[in-house]
Each structure stands twice: as structure tokens, then as C-alpha cells.
């Protein structure tokens, strides 16, 4: 059974993250020929990330209806610029395409990548982030909603359900002590990127869960979501992870999660390495108290992910 408001999954997942390639003909089809073969591999559930191309609940929803019986997700959509209303149909329609097999992470977004792509930045983010969930939240679990915050607002005057479109669990890539706090009350769990094993154990579980206790909520879900590449190099492997995870040191969020790990170098968040090395690794976010796992393939990785969808498999 697939969490939802009231409910955790009784049983640990292990994910991959789906990346369509960028040179095929069609990329939705591209999506579903490898959600398919993932599937036959052993994989039971998938994540899309959200990027400014194709767009990821879409994505999971129509992969979901294809290939029946795979668990199907994002990971992540930002909260800006849409409006939690237009998130809540486009969510509850993948739902209702997937027969219950969706799931809905959710990001707090980056201002600068956000001030570029749009010409526009939003800031309170703990605030914006509070006030979408509320609204999910109430539109998820009554099909209505009537809310005026200071940066959000849902009123619609009808009914707003989708037959066939709920439960929705929603995570949240959730790193910090508020984000923690408001995912821990009002979500079903956080989905955090580049959180390491110690992160994790010492950090985001207990303050996670003391916040879902204090709401009357169920334990909430933690699921790890962990880049990776299975390769008879590592030493290859992890000079590529330094160059590719670069990026993320100058994002203020995960600066501040990597330094919280007490690492000197962001490749050691990754799991590099032969099958067997990279489960021992994997199992060190189990270990610390991660109810799931989301395997996020490298770029080295995303052209042979066979390796990868059998690592899953085997957890």
C-alpha cells in the first residue's frame, strides 16, 4: 500500500531516476520504452525530475498508464512559479492515469536558477512553502479549500477533486531545520538530495519525525536520494562525480547539507563503484534510519542504466 495521509508504506522502496535521452525521436516514448525495461529489470518504482523541457508530472502520469504496476513519481518539482492549485489537478490527473501508483515530490527551488530562467525570484520560501502545502493538503484530502496567506491564496468556488485522483502522497526535498519542520507536519515525507548517511541519522529523521509526532501525523517517510554510478573505475567514476555534483556546492541549501555531512569532497556523497560497492554504500543510508532509497543515475551512468536498475533491484 502506497502512503497517503494517515498511512506510511509498511515496506521499503528502492527508486530510480528516469532521464529521457536527449537525441531520441520522441522523449515521452523514449520515457516508457525505459520505465518498461526498468520494470522487467526489477525496478518498482521510478522518478522524473522536473526540468524546464518536459514536464515531470505529466511525464510519470503517462508512463504510470503504460506500464501498470510501476510506482511513479517526481523528484523534483519546484514550487515556483506554479500555483498549488495547478499543481493539486496535474497531480490528482497522474494519479488517476497511474491507478494509484503516483507519488508527488515537491523542491523549494533555487532563487538565482529561478531568477534567470524566469526574470523573477520569489522569497519567504519557509512562508511559500508552508501555505502550498496547506493548500494541497486540503484540496488532497477534502477536494476543497478556502485559503488567503500572505503569499498564497485558494479559493475556488466548485468542487476540485479528480475521480480516481487521490490519495497523493507529497514529499519534499526537505534539508533544512524549517523546511524539516513544516515537511514533518503537513507532508507524508522528505525526498532530500545529497543528505549523506550521517545527515540523515543525526539530523533529518529525528527532526522530521519530532515534527510529524508533534502534528498527530504517522511517521513520515525519509527517502535517500542518492547519485549513482556502477563502474569498474571508481577512481574514473569519482573524478566525474566531483565535476558533475560541482554544481551544487554553490547553492546555498546544499552547501549547508554537505557541510553538515563533515565531508571535504561532494563526490563522497555519491556511490561509486562496482555493484557490490555501491549496495554496501546504499545500505549505509538504510542503516542510518532511510526508509527508501532514490537512485539517481550520474551522467556517465544515464547511457547504460541496465548496471544501475539491477543495483535497485537487488535492494
Same mark, same amino acid.
Given at each position: 500500500? @502506497?502512503?497517503?495521509? /494517515?498511512?506510511?508504506?509498511?515496506?521499503? *522502496?528502492?527508486?530510480?531516476?528516469?532521464?529521457?535521452?536527449?537525441?531520441?525521436?520522441?522523449?515521452?516514448?523514449?520515457?516508457?520504452?525505459?520505465?518498461?525495461?526498468?520494470?522487467?529489470?526489477?525496478?518498482?518504482? =521510478?522518478?522524473?525530475?522536473?526540468?524546464?523541457?518536459?514536464?515531470?508530472?505529466?511525464?510519470?502520469?503517462?508512463?504510470?498508464?503504460?506500464?501498470?504496476?510501476?510506482?511513479?513519481?517526481?523528484?523534483?518539482?519546484?514550487?515556483?512559479?506554479?500555483?498549488?492549485?495547478?499543481?493539486?489537478?496535474? $497531480?490528482?490527473?497522474?494519479?488517476?492515469?497511474?491507478?494509484?501508483?503516483?507519488?508527488?515530490?515537491? #523542491?523549494?527551488?533555487?532563487?538565482?536558477?529561478e531568477r534567470v530562467a524566469?526574470?523573477?525570484?520569489?522569497?519567504?520560501?519557509? *512562508?511559500?512553502?508552508?501555505?502550498?502545502?496547506?493548500?494541497?493538503?486540503?484540496?488532497?484530502?477534502?477536494?476543497?479549500?478556502?485559503?488567503?496567506?500572505?503569499?498564497?491564496?485558494?479559493?475556488?468556488?466548485?468542487? =476540485?477533486?479528480?475521480p480516481g485522483g487521490s490519495?497523493?502522497?507529497?514529499?519534499?526535498?526537505?534539508?533544512?531545520?524549517?523546511?524539516?519542520?513544516?515537511?514533518? @507536519?503537513? $507532508?507524508? #515525507?522528505?525526498?532530500?538530495?545529497?543528505?549523506?548517511?550521517?545527515?540523515?541519522?543525526?539530523?533529518?529523521?529525528?527532526?522530521?519525525?519530532?515534527?510529524?509526532?508533534? $502534528?498527530?501525523?504517522?511517521?513520515?517517510?525519509?527517502? $535517500?536520494?542518492?547519485?549513482?554510478?556502477?563502474?569498474?573505475?571508481?577512481?574514473?567514476?569519482?573524478?566525474?562525480?566531483? @565535476? @558533475?555534483?560541482?554544481?551544487?556546492? *554553490?547553492?546555498?541549501?546544499?552547501?549547508?547539507?554537505?557541510?553538515?555531512? /563533515?565531508? &571535504?569532497?561532494?563526490?563522497?556523497?555519491?556511490?561509486? /563503484?562496482?555493484? &557490490?560497492?555501491?549496495?554496501?554504500?546504499?545500505?549505509?543510508?538504510?542503516?542510518?534510519?532511510?526508509?527508501?532509497?532514490?537512485?539517481?543515475?550520474?551522467?556517465?551512468?544515464?547511457?547504460?542504466?541496465?548496471?544501475?536498475?539491477?543495483?535497485?533491484?537487488?535492494?
Open positions: 500500500m @502506497e502512503s497517503g495521509p /494517515g498511512r506510511v508504506a509498511p515496506f521499503m *522502496t528502492t527508486g530510480v531516476v528516469l532521464i529521457p535521452d536527449p537525441v531520441a525521436g520522441n522523449a515521452v516514448d523514449d520515457a516508457i520504452d525505459q520505465a518498461r525495461r526498468a520494470y522487467a529489470a526489477g525496478v518498482r518504482q =521510478v522518478w522524473f525530475p522536473q526540468r524546464f523541457d518536459l514536464d515531470a508530472i505529466a511525464l510519470a502520469g503517462v508512463v504510470g498508464a503504460a506500464v501498470p504496476g510501476l510506482k511513479v513519481g517526481t523528484s523534483v518539482v519546484p514550487l515556483n512559479p506554479r500555483h498549488p492549485l495547478i499543481v493539486a489537478g496535474l $497531480a490528482q490527473t497522474a494519479q488517476a492515469a497511474s491507478h494509484g501508483h503516483f507519488s508527488l515530490g515537491l #523542491g523549494l527551488g533555487a532563487h538565482e536558477p524566469f526574470g523573477q525570484s520569489w522569497p519567504n520560501t519557509i *512562508t511559500r512553502l508552508r501555505e502550498h502545502l496547506t493548500i494541497l493538503r486540503s484540496v488532497f484530502d477534502s477536494g476543497t479549500v478556502d485559503f488567503h496567506g500572505t503569499e498564497l491564496s485558494a479559493s475556488p468556488q466548485w468542487d =476540485v477533486r479528480v490519495p497523493v502522497p507529497v514529499y519534499v526535498a526537505a534539508m533544512g531545520p524549517k523546511a524539516l519542520a513544516v515537511t514533518g @507536519e503537513l $507532508a507524508d #515525507g522528505t525526498l532530500p538530495y545529497l543528505a549523506g548517511p550521517r545527515t540523515i541519522g543525526e539530523f533529518i529523521v529525528p527532526t522530521i519525525e519530532k515534527a510529524a509526532a508533534a $502534528a498527530g501525523r504517522p511517521r513520515p517517510r525519509v527517502i $535517500a536520494a542518492v547519485p549513482v554510478l556502477v563502474t569498474d573505475d571508481e577512481q574514473a567514476g569519482r573524478a566525474a562525480a566531483a @565535476e @558533475e555534483l560541482g554544481f551544487y556546492t *554553490t547553492i546555498p541549501s546544499y552547501q549547508k547539507v554537505i557541510a553538515r555531512e /563533515g565531508i &571535504d569532497d561532494v563526490a563522497e556523497l555519491a556511490a561509486i /563503484g562496482s555493484p &557490490d560497492a555501491v549496495l554496501r554504500q546504499l545500505r549505509r543510508y538504510l542503516d542510518a534510519g532511510a526508509t527508501d532509497l532514490n537512485l539517481s543515475p550520474l551522467r556517465s551512468q544515464s547511457g547504460s542504466p541496465q548496471a544501475l536498475w539491477e543495483v535497485a533491484a537487488a535492494l
